[in-house]
């Protein structure tokens, strides 16, 4: 799909990039020639997956320790990054926490926790790295990565909901404000991709996901090459007049909860025989 080394000589930040869906990512870029930067809380677990990404496409995967919420450690970040590659063209604020609960049996904490994670989280990366741009000169791109119900809004994950909400909010916003610097940003919204983290703690039940995977048109899950190719065209300058946009990807799982006679889908060749017999003319 892409030409070998599209990204050689870029550098791409990547947080939470040591597991799911970052990690994917993260690969991806590199067999494109990319430096990768991988940051998260779990140094031993983005030390072993930076390892194993080299060994695979033989460009630098950094590992840099770092939790999101704690904005006063991005200049150490930002400056252990340009001390490796001397430059940084791109951010990827893929980093998250989530948990499915009734609301009403959150505590205040449990709310905050997710909010500073994804969308204070995302803020301070963003706002230190389009610092940097501007300062530089430099044309940047920021990919965030959000869900469907970033629109939607959902029942049970609703700290997630709000804060990926203003995720893309975020998106939009600085797309409009930012253009003039030359620094583009784009959102995916993902629909069920498995990863250990979201599986265990979203859909630790095979029924659900099989009832998951059933309201799914095209009856499946995602793959996270499909994902990390959707990643590395919004981040390439293939997409240099995208900016403000999310792409959904998710095999039309919410259109097919919104529309308004999807539910026919439900019914028998008999039940549509006995339905055309019963309609008036
Ligand atoms: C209710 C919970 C909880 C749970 C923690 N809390 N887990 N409340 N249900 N399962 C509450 C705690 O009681 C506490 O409040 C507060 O949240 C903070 O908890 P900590 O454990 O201290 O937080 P922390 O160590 O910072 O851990 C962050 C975390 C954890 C978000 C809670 O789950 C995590 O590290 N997650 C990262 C990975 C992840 O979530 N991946 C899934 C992404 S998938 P009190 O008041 O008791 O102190 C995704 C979209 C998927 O986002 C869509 C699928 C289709
Ligand atoms: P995951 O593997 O659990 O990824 C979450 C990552 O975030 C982990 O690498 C974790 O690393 C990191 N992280 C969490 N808190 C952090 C913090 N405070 N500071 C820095 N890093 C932190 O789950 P995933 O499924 O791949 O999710 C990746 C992204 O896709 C998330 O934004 C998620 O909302 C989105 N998404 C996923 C799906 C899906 O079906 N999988 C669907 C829609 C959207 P540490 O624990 O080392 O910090």
Redo the contacts with the bound molecule.
């Keep these: 799909m892409f030409k070998e080394n599209i990204f050689l000589h870029k550098t791409i930040l990547i947080?939470?990039?040591?597991?799911?869906?970052?990690?994917?990512m993260a690969q991806r870029f590199s067999e494109l020639g990319a430096n990768v930067i991988i940051?998260?809380?779990?140094?031993d677990?983005?030390q072993k997956s930076a390892r194993e990404i080299e060994a695979k496409t033989g460009f630098p995967v950094m590992p840099v320790e770092?939790?999101?919420?704690?904005y006063r450690n991005m200049k150490h970040v930002l400056q252990r990054g340009l001390d490796q590659f001397g430059q940084i063209d791109a951010l990827v604020?893929?980093?998250?926490?989530?948990f499915i609960s009734p609301t009403e049996q959150l505590t205040y904490k449990a709310f905050n926790t997710i909010v500073?994670?994804?969308l204070r989280?995302s803020y301070y990366m963003t706002l230190a790295l389009g610092q940097y741009w501007i300062r530089e000169r430099m044309k940047g791109a920021v990919l965030n990565?959000?869900?469907?119900y970033a629109s939607t809004g959902s029942g049970f994950v609703v700290p997630?909901s709000v804060a990926?909400a203003g995720v893309l909010n975020l998106t939009r916003s600085l797309a409009a404000e930012w253009g003039k610097y030359n620094i583009r940003l784009n959102a995916i919204?993902?629909?069920?991709?498995?990863?250990?983290?979201?599986?265990q703690?979203?859909i630790p039940d095979p029924e659900l996901e099989k009832a998951m995977i059933n309201r799914i048109p095209l009856k499946r899950?995602?793959d996270h090459l499909e994902l990390a190719n959707l990643a590395a065209y919004l981040l390439s300058d293939y997409a240099g007049y995208i900016t403000g946009e999310v792409v959904t990807i998710d095999g039309g799982e919410w259109l097919a909860g919104a529309g308004e006679f999807n539910f026919l889908e439900k019914l028998s060749a008999e039940d549509w025989q006995a339905f055309k017999k019963s309609r008036k003319r």
Excluded: E, M, Q, Y
């Design positions: 947080t939470g990039g040591g597991t799911g869906l970052g990690k994917s940051v998260s809380r779990k140094s677990i983005l770092h939790d999101v919420r704690d604020n893929n980093a998250a926490g989530n500073d994670i994804v989280g990565i959000v869900t469907t997630s990926k919204a993902p629909g069920p991709f498995p990863t250990k983290g979201a599986w703690r979203l899950v995602g």
